[in-house]
Nanobody, 121 residues
Framework: QVQLVESGGGLVQPGGSLKLSCAAS????????MGWYRQAPGKERELVAT???????NYADSVKGMFTISRDNAKNTVYLQMNSLKPEDTAVYYC???????????????WGKGTLVTVSS
């Protein structure tokens, strides 16, 4: 019904930058919040940042001032600009959307398959 596809992951050196993108597709009626979560090896999935369709943002304390979330509502796409990356930012980054399709009258959470970000020298 709603598919999320992430892109932009890869290998970067400490202090470097990456920009992740996530495009939603399908028979979409409306998307409320979109965002990014991450899961490092051996750890639980954790919130990175979210953004409402009105542009209100929320960040994990660990990424404030270094990561910036944005979205293009016309393209149903959310972005995550990551600067000053550290080895501890290494994780699989998952895109998230709270959305409703035309086939349903309720909102539900959708997830992408994830994109790997590796910060290493």
């Amino acid at each position: 019904q709603v598919q999320l596809v992430e892109s932009g992951g890869g290998l970067v050196q400490p202090g470097g930058s990456l920009k992740l993108s996530c495009a939603a597709s399908g028979i979409i009626f409306r998307i409320n919040s979109m965002g990014w979560y991450r899961q490092a090896p051996g750890k639980e999935r954790e919130l990175v940042a979210t953004i409402t369709n009105g542009g209100t943002t929320n960040y994990a304390d660990s990424v404030k001032g270094m990561f910036t979330i944005s979205r293009d509502n016309a393209k149903n796409t959310v972005y995550l600009q990551m600067n000053s990356l550290k080895p501890e930012d290494t994780a699989v980054y998952y895109c998230y959307a709270e959305a409703r399709s035309y086939y349903s009258d309720i909102y539900r959470d959708y997830w992408g398959k994830g994109t790997l970000v590796t910060v290493s020298s």
